[in-house]
């Protein structure tokens, strides 16, 4: 995770677009709105893949339950679709 010291977003990388696209529609189906690099990249972009999370007008309080259903998010599509992940993985480290 970078950006939270510079801003009012972070990014959350990912090892692919595929599991960037997977997480982005879990996360959003769960009511936390995110976007991946990808849609704010121009085209052409080889760069990294993952989650651009806002902060700046979210509310103090909400924010422990929105990472939660972003790790919820990553925990799901990791178990249903591991070869997104790229490598081998453990569930507990995004718990």
Not at 4 to 12: E, M, R, T
Not at 31 to 36: A, E, F, H, T, Y
Not at 43 to 49: D, E, I, S
């Amino acid at each position: 995770m970078t950006g939270a010291a510079a801003g009012l977003h972070v990014v959350l990388r990912l090892p692919s677009r595929e599991l960037e696209s997977a997480v982005r529609r879990l996360v959003r189906s769960r009511g936390v709105l995110v976007d991946s690099l990808s849609q704010h990249a121009l085209p052409g972009y080889q760069g990294p893949a993952g989650l651009l999370v806002g902060y700046g007008a979210v509310p103090e309080p909400t924010i422990p339950l929105a990472v939660e259903q972003i790790a919820q998010a990553l925990r799901d599509a990791m178990s249903t679709r591991p070869e997104l992940w790229g490598r081998p993985w453990d569930a507990r480290a995004v718990a």
